[in-house]
């Protein structure tokens, strides 16, 4: 089974930072990758598909890239409301493997 | 609108089992998928059922102990898990494909203790 490799675990930033999520899959997916924005006690909630794609209604300050094993999310400028842990998810065949999440705070 | 409803949640004794429900109100010929999460840990995909066929995977650290079926007269998945433990304590969650969009149940805290 591919597995997904994301980092940090956790990290702390400042509001208007920029901030870098990375996730790498152990073999290639192409472009099937999803992020996911948890809050404490709520359902995630999909930010990003097909690696770039913004789902309806996320702000456009998220954004995601890459390809085949190595993926990006970025934060443009991170507001308060961004304080959550991420996720992202492989979905081109079955197991739909998540990456370990990265716990964002605010400095 | 809601798409996937949960059964409510259930509290267990270590080895019984437990049977969860995901009611499906639109694109019912959509594959499910499981998720859990135990307190304060990582998601974790469970295994898929497709509700057309009866076709079902696990993930191979579920295998044997997972069953998922599904009611296709009432839209409905099932995922029953066996042999529970305290680490088994965790929300369950029904799911899309994340490629057909944001599509979640609501959570099913399942609690085992004795």
């Known amino acids: 089974d591919i597995q997904m490799a994301q980092s940090p675990p956790s990290l702390s930033a400042s509001v208007g930072d920029r901030v870098t999520i990375t996730c790498r899959a152990s073999q290639g997916i192409s472009n099937y990758l999803a992020w996911y924005q948890q809050k404490p006690g709520k359902v995630p909630k999909l930010l990003i598909y097909?690696?770039?794609t913004l789902h309806s209604g996320v702000p456009s300050r998220f954004s995601g890239s890459g390809s085949g094993t190595d993926f990006t999310l970025t934060i443009s400028s991170l507001q308060a409301e961004d304080v959550a842990t991420y996720y992202c998810q492989k979905y081109d065949s079955v197991p739909l493997t998540f990456g370990g999440g990265t716990k964002v705070e605010i400095k | 609108q809601v798409h996937l409803v949960q059964s409510g949640a259930e509290v267990k004794k270590p080895g019984a089992s437990v049977k969860v429900s995901c009611r499906a109100f639109a694109n019912t010929g959509w594959w499910f998928h499981w998720v859990r999460q135990a307190p304060g840990q990582g998601l974790e995909w469970m295994g898929w059922?497709?509700?057309?066929?009866?076709?079902?995977g696990y993930a191979q650290k579920f295998r044997g102990r997972v069953t998922m079926t599904r009611d296709p007269s009432i839209s409905t998945a099932y995922m029953e898990l066996n042999r529970l433990t305290s680490d088994d304590t965790a929300v369950y969650y029904c799911?899309?494909?994340?490629?057909?969009?944001?599509?979640w149940g609501q959570g099913t805290l399942v609690t085992v203790s004795a």
């Open positions: 059922i497709d509700p057309n066929t009866g076709g079902t």
């Open positions: 799911a899309r494909d994340p490629g057909l969009g944001d599509y």
């Open positions: 097909a690696t770039s």
